[in-house]
């Protein structure tokens, strides 16, 4: 089965260091990997994605990831965290169970980030 | 260009009514995706429309029910509301063709309260 795993439910970062939110994934096959970021009462924005090519991705606000295939790992970074950086962040995987012709994404838990000034 | 729209934002309800749920996708999107987020459960996916057809499907009831019009717009509908159904639903649109279509843009949700 399909899955992905934000092992930390919540992350504390001050503002200015750099900040890492992890992932893991489980598929079978290649991964197609994503970034979303919901702030309170809101939708989930778009981030970033991988689907083949560099390792390190580079996405929206100065956000990147870095897909790692040995360590199954989608690592969220950002050199130097703002205060309104804190939000939920999901990481999800394209559901591939049926060929990939559909388009629904497997998500994880969320990962509360807060910056503190 | 205009963002995935969905309304009402915000609807309370009484358990065993039914509610209707409106998305509008981005122009030019084909696909529409309904999600469902809860604190319990995350977020789980509910079914996916394209070309007025269900593509896919979650592991939910049959009281949760969608459709997708000619225009893309697509609606979900819940019957016999139960307190567990209390939870904000997503939408989200996709291109079916050119670049991105791998990417879902998600709407604001619409926050559904079951009493």
């Known amino acids: 089965a399909q899955s992905v795993a934000q092992p930390e439910d919540q992350v504390n970062v001050a503002e200015g260091n750099p900040l890492t939110v992890k992932c893991t994934y489980s598929v079978s096959g290649n991964p197609y990997l994503f970034w979303y970021v919901q702030y309170p009462n809101r939708g989930l924005q778009f981030l970033l994605k991988y689907i083949t090519g560099d390792n390190l991705v580079k996405g929206s606000y100065g956000f990147e990831a870095e897909f790692n295939k040995s360590q199954t790992s989608f690592h969220l970074k950002k050199p130097s965290a703002l205060v309104s950086d804190s939000a939920l962040y999901f990481c999800?995987?394209?559901?591939?169970?049926?060929?990939?012709?559909?388009?629904?994404?497997?998500f994880g838990k969320g990962t509360k980030l807060s910056v503190k000034p | 260009k205009a963002g995935v729209t969905q309304t009402p934002r915000y609807l309370i309800k009484t358990r065993g009514q039914q509610v209707t749920l409106s998305c509008s996708p981005i122009s030019g999107h084909r696909s529409v995706s309904w999600y469902q987020q809860t604190p319990g459960q995350g977020l789980q996916f509910l079914f996916e429309y394209f070309s007025e057809t269900q593509r896919n499907k979650g592991n939910f009831p049959g009281r949760f029910s969608g459709r997708q019009f000619s225009n893309s717009r697509s609606e979900m509908n819940v019957s016999t509301l139960e307190l567990g159904d209390s939870a904000l639903y997503l939408c989200?649109?996709?291109?079916?063709?050119?670049?991105?279509?791998?990417?879902?843009?998600f709407g604001p949700g619409t926050r559904l309260t079951v009493l």
């Open positions: 989200a649109s996709r291109r079916l063709a050119g670049p991105e279509t791998d990417t879902q843009y």
């Open positions: 999800a995987v394209r559901d591939m169970s049926y060929g990939g012709s559909q388009g629904n994404l497997i």
